[in-house]
Each structure stands twice: as structure tokens, then as C-alpha cells.
């Protein structure tokens, strides 16, 4: 689960990291006030969506009076920001984040992340934070420093020390340095993070060392344990088919191909998509039902499948290790007449009852085509799309 700056920023602020002087909004009738409340002659105004990339989509505007501040505000409030981590749609800005201008001088990146091959918390640092850092860890690499946390362990103040003597920080800075990181670290250990990063974390001309920004990502299967973050979920920055699939338990993501794709289980998921794009085919999303599928959750399934625009057909491709297939073929038949699909569809059985399952589809009133084979089933779900 994601979250907004404002809402990472206020937990950095539980942990004593400094950031800058920030009143959120969501009128631009309060702007004004906002300025006034902060002072200064320079203010930034921040767009809060659930995506990176904000400055280079127009979602972070220097105002260097109260006039452009208004004007900012009346121009993003309302509006879909695009960002090149955004789809062609963008996102709703419904809340602004006003801030302080600052005397940069320098922008670091931090952040920390699960590292699955090394299989430990990792820091990543760098002294060339900002809207390029993904161009930089991929063209220049070795400017990222990484550092893994010993998972028996913990992250000790020396750790931090070596960090920041990497990112060449005086030691009045490092004191500041010391005192994020290990703030970070709590939050990432405490809070069950999947990762939290500050780009830029900048350095003042008056030596003090700010999170600029922040973004944390949670682990869904955790908020259980965590009720506190989870009321900071905005469903409005959310995917509405993929919302509506998770109260369902279904994962879903929408993709822009033309055939729909039902499957249980995410590795075959994955399979079945590949053999589509390998005869030719593009498959319109990622569907995985999981193995204890009912009725009602391919009806929905369906459901989600048919109100995507460019879909022309839908392949089904279901194993029955753990239910038998000639349920799911009961529970197909319902969803079809739930409703009231009228796409061609390519169903692929195999398991527990593949055989029953497939006679009772082929001798139902639907057009459906019965397949026992996965090749054969891709190739002809994408001749009946073509």
C-alpha cells in the first residue's frame, strides 16, 4: 500500500527527521492563508498523488508570490496529473502539500528496500539525489552506495557513520544523518515497509539536512497488524478494477491488449499471457483467482474482464489441483448467464475432473470452446480475436 508525502513526512516527523514547514490543502481559496502561516517570500507547491515523477509532470510549481501560489493551486487542484510513472490517464489531485522554499545546496537520495537475492534490509544512498536518480542507478551505477543490514542484526550508528562519511557529510551533518537513517530503519522494521525512500534529502545552506520529499510503500499483507497505516489508504489513487478485484480476493492489473485472460494461480498466469503475445495475441490483463475459486469470484472475475474497452475475447485457463474442474465449469456457466458475457471464450481445463468439467461447457447453449491443451487454447482464443 502506498501513501502520500504529507502522510510519510508525518511519520518522519514522529521519528525526529526534519522536514520542511508544510500546511496541506484542498481549496485553493486556502492558499493564502497557507503562505501567510509560513512565511517567507518563496513557497512550492506539491501535487499528492501516488506516483514519483511529480516535478517533470508539472506537479511541483516554485512560487515566488502568493499570486502564483493561488494560480498553481487553481490549476492542479481538480486536475489528472501524468507522470512518467502515471498511465495516460494520470492521477486525481485532490490535496496539495505547501512548503517552505529552501537554500539548497546539496540533494542526496536515501532510502532503504528488501533485498530479495541478498535477503536482507538494504540502505541505498547517493550524492546525486533528485528527479534523475533512476537514470543515474541505471547509466552510472556505482555512484548508488548499498549497504545490507544483517537480518540477526540491526543497523548501529556506526553503520550510519560509514554512510554518511561515503556521502562526504561534516559532522555536524552526520549527527543529522544518523539520526534519519535510524529513524528510517525504525519505520521500515516496525511498520512491516516494503520501502521507504527520501529523494532528494537535501543539505541547506544553513547545514541542516531536510527530507524534501518521502515515500513509503507498505506490505498489504501486513495491515492487518497495522491499523493505523491502513487508514491512511486513498482509494481514489487507486486502479478501480483492481480495487473492486482485491475486496473479491482476486489479483488483477489492467493492460492494454485485446484478449482477457482468467487464470488461477500466478505463475500460470504468467504463462498463459506469454504463449498470447507468442502466437500473436496481447492479453488485456492479468487475472489471478487463486486456488480456492467459487462461483461468485468468476462471476466477478468476468465481470472486471468485460468492462475493459478493447477487450474481444477471453481465455480461461484454470488447473484443478485444489478444486475440480467440473465445479469451475458449473461455476463458469453461472457467471456467463450472471453476466450475460457475450464475448468468444476459450476455456482450458486441466486436473482434478479436467474431463467432466470440459464435456459439461461443450454441451452447454454459450459459445464457448473447450480446450484440454494451453497451446491450442492460445492460439485459438487469438484467431477468434483477430
Known amino acids: 500500500m502506498h501513501i502520500h508525502e504529507y502522510q510519510a513526512k508525518t511519520l518522519f516527523s514522529y521519528k525526529h527527521i526534519q522536514i520542511p514547514k508544510?500546511?496541506?490543502?484542498?481549496?485553493?481559496?486556502k492558499a493564502s492563508s497557507a503562505c501567510k502561516a509560513l512565511g517567507g517570500d518563496v513557497?512550492?507547491?506539491k501535487a499528492q498523488v501516488h506516483a514519483g515523477g511529480r516535478g517533470k509532470g508539472g506537479g511541483v510549481v516554485l512560487c515566488r508570490s502568493v499570486e502564483e501560489v493561488e494560480r498553481a493551486c487553481g490549476q492542479l487542484l481538480g486536475s489528472q496529473l501524468i507522470t512518467p510513472q502515471t498511465d495516460a490517464k494520470g492521477l486525481p489531485v485532490g490535496q496539495l502539500l505547501i512548503e517552505s522554499g529552501q537554500n539548497i545546496k546539496r540533494e542526496l537520495y536515501l532510502g532503504l528496500l528488501i533485498d530479495r537475492q541478498t535477503q536482507k534490509i538494504t540502505v541505498l544512498a547517493s550524492t546525486e539525489g533528485g528527479m534523475d536518480i533512476e537514470k543515474v542507478a541505471s547509466e552510472t551505477p556505482d555512484k548508488i552506495i548499498k549497504f545490507g543490514i544483517d537480518p540477526l542484526g540491526s543497523l548501529s550508528v556506526q553503520n550510519c557513520t560509514f554512510l554518511a562519511e561515503k556521502l562526504e557529510l561534516n559532522a555536524e551533518?552526520?549527527?543529522?544523518?544518523?539520526?534519519t537513517l535510524l529513524g528510517l530503519y525504525e519505520i521500515f522494521t516496525q511498520k512491516d515497509v516494503?520501502?521507504?525512500?527520501?529523494?532528494?534529502?537535501?543539505?541547506?545552506?544553513?547545514?541542516?539536512?531536510?527530507?524534501?520529499?518521502?515515500?513509503?510503500?507498505?506490505d498489504d499483507n501486513a495491515l492487518y497488524r497495522h491499523e493505523d497505516i491502513a487508514k491512511l489508504r486513498d482509494i481514489s489513487q487507486e486502479n478501480e478494477k483492481e480495487r473492486l478485484a482485491s475486496e473479491y480476493q482476486l489479483n488483477y492489473i489492467s493492460l492494454d491488449g485485446t484478449i482477457g485472460c482468467m487464470v488461477n494461480g500466478a505463475g500460470l498466469a504468467m504463462a498463459t499471457m506469454d504463449l498470447i503475445e507468442h502466437?500473436?495475441?496481447s492479453p488485456a490483463n492479468f487475472l489471478d483467482v487463486g486456488g480456492g475459486t467459487t462461483a461468485d469470484r468468476v462471476a466477478k472475475a468476468f465481470e472486471l474482464i468485460q468492462t475493459e474497452?478493447?477487450?474481444?475475447g477471453i481465455l480461461v485457463n484454470i488447473?484443478?489441483?485444489?478444486?475440480?474442474?467440473?465445479?469451475?465449469?458449473?461455476?463458469?456457466?453461472?457467471?456467463i448467464e450472471t453476466v450475460g458475457l457475450t464475448l468468444p471464450i476459450v476455456v482450458r481445463l486441466e486436473g482434478t475432473n479436467a474431463p467432466e468439467g470440459l464435456d459439461l461447457l461443450s454441451k452447454s447453449k454459450f459459445n464457448i470452446h473447450v480446450e484440454s491443451d494451453l497451446t491450442k487454447a492460445a492460439i485459438k482464443?487469438?484467431?477468434?480475436?483477430?
Open 309 to 312: 474497452a478493447n477487450v474481444k
Open 381 to 386: 482464443i487469438v484467431e477468434l480475436t483477430k
Open 279 to 281: 502466437f500473436g495475441g
Open 22 to 29: 508544510g500546511i496541506l490543502i484542498d481549496s485553493t481559496a
Open 319 to 335: 488447473f484443478g489441483g485444489i478444486v475440480r474442474c467440473d465445479l469451475i465449469a458449473q461455476g463458469i456457466l453461472q457467471a
Open 194 to 218: 516494503n520501502l521507504i525512500e527520501i529523494n532528494p534529502l537535501i543539505v541547506t545552506h544553513q547545514n541542516q539536512l531536510l527530507a524534501l520529499d518521502g515515500k513509503i510503500d507498505f
Open 173 to 179: 551533518l552526520t549527527k543529522q544523518f544518523n539520526n
Open 43 to 45: 513557497w512550492v507547491v
